[in-house]
């Protein structure tokens, strides 16, 4: 009998931790899609490769010509955090700044770039 205690309570330690490694595997992959700073503003597309999502421009009206641009560098999940890290690459500077990113909602990601003793959050939205 204290058998059949034991293997059920590993039977059941078991399955909580698959549920809570497939519920992270899923928060993990909500930054897959497109993103943008709002209306008329460029549009991020996010996939995953090699184990590290990067996100590049599909579309700008403004300025096609940064269309294909490699915005999102190496970002990473981090479960414990429940957050994203990686690098946003800034045109205008040439220059690649750390980033975190959280998400807020359902379509809601705000993003914060600490540069020195600044910091600034970018709110980007999911379609």
Do not use: C
Request: charged letters at 25%; proline letters at 1%; zero cysteines.
């Amino acid at each position: 009998m204290r058998i059949m205690k034991i293997l059920a309570s590993m039977l059941l330690l078991l399955m909580l931790t698959n549920l809570l490694l497939s519920a992270n595997s899923k928060k993990r992959n909500n930054i897959i899609g497109s993103f943008t700073k709002g209306a008329g503003s460029a549009v991020i597309e996010v996939k995953q490769k090699n184990g590290l999502f990067q996100g590049y421009v599909v579309s700008n009206d403004e300025n096609p010509e940064n269309i294909g641009n490699h915005i999102f560098k190496n970002v990473k999940y981090n479960a414990d955090k429940m957050l994203w890290k990686g690098k946003l690459y800034a045109k205008k500077r040439d220059k690649l700044y750390d980033f975190e990113m959280i998400q807020e909602s359902d379509k809601k990601f705000v993003m914060t770039i600490k540069v020195g003793f600044l910091s600034k959050d970018i709110i980007w939205i999911k379609h």
